[in-house]
Every structure is written in C-alpha cells, then in structure tokens.
C-alpha cells in the first residue's frame, strides 16, 4: 500500500496533468469556435452576448392592461404598485374595468 507522501506527490501529478489537459481542450474548443463563428459570419447579438441580462430582461416587459378607471379623468391602474390617489380608501369594485 502507497504511503501518504506517495499519494500526495501522484495527486500533485494528476492535478498538473488535469491543469494541462484541460488548458489544451479549451484552447482548441476556442479554435474550433472562432472557426464557426468565422465561417457563418455570427455576431455577438446573434450569439446572445449584445445585450446585458439584465437590460434584456427589462425590455421585454410588456405593460399590464388596466383594471381601474376613474372615471371624471379617465386616468387608469393596472392593480399593481401603489394605489392611486383617486382609488384610496374607495371601494374598488365601482372603477372596474369590464
């Protein structure tokens, strides 16, 4: 049975081993990416790097359709944030929108 200074100094090995192998198949997956990239003319946009997460996100929100209208200004509220002036301490039920 290996000592455990023998095993450690293998680990060490394998680690390297690990180190370079992976360095190496990263390099030529880069390789063979570019390539494609080259080959179909692919943009950054196309590829979904353009546009911050976070941003895109933001700007696909489409707004909420109103459920209330005041009806002496035709001012609406979807039912969500805060509540109108002209709808507090109101029943909410008399605004519907139908």
């Given amino acids: 049975m290996p000592s455990y200074k ?4 293998q680990l060490e090995k394998l680690e390297a081993e690990i180190a ?3 360095e ?9 990416i570019k390539a ?3 080959e179909y003319g692919l943009t ?9 997460r976070g ?7 489409v707004p909420l359709p109103a459920k209330y209208r005041n009806p002496k200004t035709g001012e609406t509220w979807s039912g969500r ?5 002209w ?3 109101k029943n909410k039920d008399r605004f519907l929108i139908e």
């Avoid at 190496?24 to 880069?30: F, L, M, P």
């Avoid at 950054?44 to 911050?52: D, K, S, Y």
């Avoid at 941003?55 to 929100?61: D, P």
Wanted: glycine fraction near 6%; charged fraction near 35%; avoid cysteine.
């Fill in 81 to 85: 944030g805060r509540t109108p002036a």
């Fill in 20 to 22: 370079a192998a992976r």
């Fill in 44 to 52: 950054a946009e196309e590829l979904g790097f353009g546009v911050a």
């Fill in 6 to 9: 023998q095993l450690t100094s």
């Fill in 87 to 89: 709808l507090a301490d």
């Fill in 36 to 38: 494609k990239i080259e």
């Fill in 55 to 61: 941003k895109a996100a933001a700007a696909k929100k």
């Fill in 24 to 32: 190496k198949e990263v390099a030529e997956a880069i390789a063979e």
